[in-house]
């Protein structure tokens, strides 16, 4: 198969897909058919390591940036707003029965909070027009090490999954 090589970027996508000038450049007169996103999961590699983590690679947070416009820097909330956005912006590109499809993991349940980050972000991504949640998929990563977290204190599951997240632009 033949495929054509595209150029890439690196940068905050809000302020990318808000430039025609620089969409144009990258995509021309073309409308994208597929969009994978597999963002930071909100503030998650921003806060310090626990458990087997701690253990093997220390306990220092490692964020991707500093930087605040960073999704892996933003509390949940902010997170889920500036998600959306970013896809409500790439949609402009993006031809009519086209793909959104998203990599997201759950956090772990802390108290009363289950903290289902999948659900919220099926759940805020649906607010979009014309965008629709068509169901998801399930990856789970085998090379995932796994222990016997909170053993003998308290139950905590291992998170070796992913949720694949897909979503359409239709008409209506």
Same mark, same amino acid.
């Given at each position: ?71 892996? /820097?933003?509390?949940? %909330? #902010?997170?889920?707003?500036? +998600?959306?956005?970013?896809?409500? =912006?790439?949609?402009?590109? *993006? @031809? ?18 289950? /903290?289902?980050?999948? %659900? #919220?972000?099926?759940?805020? +991504?649906?607010?979009?027009?014309? =965008?629709?949640?068509?169901? *998801? @998929? ?35």
């Amino acid at each position: 198969m033949d495929l054509q090589v595209y150029p890439t970027i690196c940068g905050d996508c809000i302020q990318i897909l808000q430039n025609d000038a620089v969409m144009n450049e990258l995509i021309g007169k073309q409308q994208i058919g597929l969009c994978l996103i597999d963002p930071p999961y909100a503030n998650m590699m921003s806060k310090k390591k626990t458990g087997a983590d701690a253990y093997i690679h220390g306990d220092v947070a490692t964020p991707f940036t500093n930087e605040a416009a960073d999704l892996g /820097n933003m509390e949940r %909330s #902010e997170f889920l707003e500036t +998600l959306k956005k970013s896809v409500e =912006l790439m949609l402009a590109y *993006m @031809k009519t029965e086209g793909y959104v499809v998203v990599f997201i993991k759950d956090l772990q349940p802390h108290k009363k909070e289950t /903290n289902l980050l999948h %659900s #919220e972000v099926v759940n805020k +991504l649906n607010e979009i027009p014309k =965008l629709y949640y068509k169901g *998801m @998929k399930i990856w789970a990563d085998e090379s995932a090490k796994i222990y016997p977290y909170g053993y003998p204190f308290s139950f905590v599951a291992n998170q070796v999954h992913q949720y694949i997240l897909v979503f359409r632009k239709e008409k209506r």
